[in-house]
């Protein structure tokens, strides 16, 4: 055989060697990547505890025109949004002898938190235009329900926003703006640390 074509063989068996070589070196270390990344995923799954929350829930009653605090334990994971649908399923559960000022039939379809606003929007079926009672009281009772609780309870949240049916309203019955979101306003609940 010619010296240049042995050359030229072991020359190109060199470099098919290198070059499966590298290739082989490339997807071992992806493929540790990727184990590696479902571990992190498997650790932040068992990572994510849930944590036991006392809060206060501030409900009407029959002989107070203020809202009086029931304190209540909430198990609360990582997720701040789930927290707070969590808190407001608290809300619409009520308590036995108190009075909760949210008509029945009504579902909260979505809740968000915008963390650059400090604001949860908060997303009402459309049966809340339906089924609410008409009058100025029963709104502000309803919205400030809501809102003095879970600005009271998440110091980060510092308003409310108010959807139906994923849209803005002027009004629930005629009376109160819904346009613009509602600061907290403790007025309406008895609570000495806040006053």
Avoid: W
Avoid at 20 to 37: M, N, P, T
Wanted: with cysteine.
């Amino acid at each position: 055989m010619n010296k240049r074509i042995v050359v030229s063989l072991i020359g190109l068996a060199v470099i098919f060697f290198v070059v499966s070589l590298l290739i082989f070196l490339r997807s071992k270390d992806q493929s540790g990547e990727k184990i590696e990344e479902q571990a992190a995923g498997n650790n932040a799954e068992i990572s994510e505890e849930t944590s036991v929350a006392r809060v206060r829930v501030f409900f009407l009653t029959e002989d107070s025109q203020l809202m009086r605090p029931v304190e209540r334990e909430l198990r609360l994971t990582g997720n701040k949004e789930q927290g707070y649908k969590q808190f407001v399923d608290l809300l619409f559960k009520g308590q036995p002898s108190y009075i909760t000022p949210i008509p029945e039939g009504i579902e909260l379809r979505s809740l968000y938190y915008v963390g650059s606003q400090k604001m949860v929007v908060l997303d009402f079926s459309e049966e809340l235009l339906d089924r609410f009672p008409s009058g100025t009281e029963s709104e502000l009772e309803f919205i400030y329900f809501i809102v003095d609780n879970l600005c009271y309870n998440f110091k980060e949240i510092e308003k409310v926003k108010f959807l139906i049916a994923g849209n803005e309203f002027e009004s629930i019955s005629g009376h109160i703006d819904l346009e613009e979101p509602f600061y907290p306003d403790y007025k309406y609940i008895y609570a000495p640390d806040q006053q």
